[in-house]
Nanobody, 125 residues
Framework: VQLQASGGGSVQAGGSLRLSCAAS??????????MGWFRQAPGKDREFVAA????????YYQDSVEGRFTISRDNAKNTVYLQMYDLRPEDTAVYYC?????????????????WGQGTQVTVSS
């Protein structure tokens, strides 16, 4: 399984970015599969951002991003997106996409089996 993340960049506070993560080697379109985003700021642990199942309407968000970030998927492209609005300096981090299966509420790094390379998001005040 390979995951290719893209879409990071530098924006000012209040700006928007959309991250993409294309998966290969695994079919995502199953309820039991899910894809998600984590982020890691310098000196901090990797933290959960959002996740979505391969089928259905189940999405999961970290409290601090709910209402500002939207995770979505395109099963035909085996791709998941993270649309980020109203970005804040505290959102600055390297963002990682990941995929896994078998967990009812996937929000911990251990719930994900495969990881992509990170993409840097920098938000300036």
């Amino acid at each position: 399984v390979q995951l290719q993340a893209s879409g990071g960049g530098s924006v000012q506070a209040g700006g928007s970015l959309r991250l993409s993560c294309a998966a290969s080697g695994r079919t995502f379109s199953s309820y039991y599969n899910y894809m998600g985003w984590f982020r890691q700021a310098p000196g901090k642990d990797r933290e959960f951002v959002a996740a979505i199942r391969g089928r259905g309407d189940n999405t999961y968000y970290q409290d601090s991003v709910e209402g500002r970030f939207t995770i979505s998927r395109d099963n035909a492209k085996n791709t998941v997106y993270l649309q980020m609005y109203d970005l804040r300096p505290e959102d600055t981090a390297v963002y990682y996409c990941a995929t896994g299966s078998g967990v009812e509420r996937p929000t911990a790094p251990r719930d994900f089996s495969y990881w992509g390379q990170g993409t840097q998001v920098t938000v300036s005040s």
